[in-house]
């Protein structure tokens, strides 16, 4: 099946320096275009049109153009595009370029590092409240492809909870997906679900925890507050919140304001608490964000782009990578939901 698209000439200049090498259609249209073209049309074959769109999103990701990034990702949500409204066939490409996208995911390595460290060392957790000594998650972190800065007061780190949201999430997320346990001895070790874990390919992998962590998981375990109960029961919403999302992926490329969807998840949840002083009212977006929005950025299925708060950076807006997004989708509508 040969699929037909057009190529602008701001797209050729920034795929020339991302160093793409063209295939032949591609390269033969380009040579065709006159002085005032300013585009070019482009047909390709489903298996070499692929190869392209992995070009384009290996551009985007590497380019320090902000501009480049923008109009690269457009066209990768444009290219993807023609995949989903194919055939079923067809649309089994994308579900191979999910594969080779998660093929090279930085979060489940980390989980996988994660796994094989306790599976290898004897961690026994502190006697109190049962959190990873310093001395393990320090070594842990150091290993991870995202390792996250750890902030230190008087010589002395804050707790993990607090400052290595990303590490602790993972902790939470292997121990709820029953991947390791507390032994009565509090050491952490894996369970016999982690040799079954590691025969998975990355695709399979992320799946199965995506799958867990939307309907299987008391999301109270992320969130062990009085304050914040309430908004630990949005994992009985997705009915809502999917279609939420799925309306934004035309505006992959936009910079999306946080607050302004997480607003209107607690609208149509009927989750605002309406009890609370108005002043209070505009940090609940804040409890949507840890239990929803930090997730899905570290599966990677959305990325933060944060501003200066007195020298923190602080997530404000967020794009959609619209290629992994649709594992999301997939796991929705696996689960019956409707969107």
């Not at 209107?264 to 605002?272: F, H, K, N, R, S």
């Not at 804040?286 to 944060?306: A, C, N, Q, S, W």
């Amino acid at each position: 099946m040969e699929f037909k698209f057009v190529l602008t000439r701001e797209e050729i200049k920034y795929l020339t320096e991302g160093l793409v090498l063209f295939e032949r259609p591609i390269f033969q249209a380009i040579q065709g275009m006159k002085r005032s073209d300013k585009e070019c049309a482009v047909s390709l074959p489903s298996e070499k049109l692929r190869t392209f769109v992995m070009q384009v999103a290996a551009a985007e990701k590497t380019s320090e153009n902000p501009r480049a990034r923008r109009t690269l990702r457009e066209l990768f949500g444009r290219l993807n595009g023609l995949f989903l409204e194919s055939d079923e066939d067809v649309k089994g490409n994308v579900v191979a370029l999910l594969h080779t996208e998660f093929e090279n995911s930085d979060f489940i390595h980390d989980v996988t590092v994660f796994l094989d460290y306790v599976a290898h060392n004897k961690i026994q957790l502190s006697p109190s409240y049962g959190y990873i000594p310093r001395k393990h998650w320090k070594k842990i972190n150091e290993l991870f492809v995202k390792p996250e800065s750890i902030i230190e007061i008087d010589g002395k780190p804050k707790r993990i909870e607090e400052e290595m949201r990303r590490f602790y999430f993972i902790d939470l997320l292997t121990l709820n997906c029953d991947l390791t346990k507390t032994l009565r001895n509090k050491v952490l070790a894996v369970t016999k679900r982690y040799k079954e874990y590691l025969a998975l390919d990355n695709f399979s992998r992320m799946g199965s925890i995506l799958n867990n962590w939307m309907f299987y998981i008391d999301w109270s375990v992320f969130c062990p507050y009085p304050a914040c109960e309430k908004y630990t029961k949005l994992n009985e919403y997705w009915d809502i919140i999917v279609p939420i999302f799925k309306k934004l992926m035309p505006r992959f490329e936009d910079d999306i304001l946080i607050s302004e969807v997480a607003i209107q998840i607690l609208d149509e949840t009927g989750l605002v608490d309406e009890s609370l002083p108005e002043y209070m009212r505009k940090f609940q977006d804040m409890e949507v964000k840890h239990l929803i929005f930090d997730p899905l950025h570290y599966f990677g299925l959305i990325r933060y782009i944060t501003e200066d708060w007195h020298g923190i950076p602080v997530p404000k807006y967020f794009n959609i990578n619209p290629l992994l997004f649709d594992a999301f989708f997939v796991v929705a509508e696996k689960a019956g939901i409707k969107f």
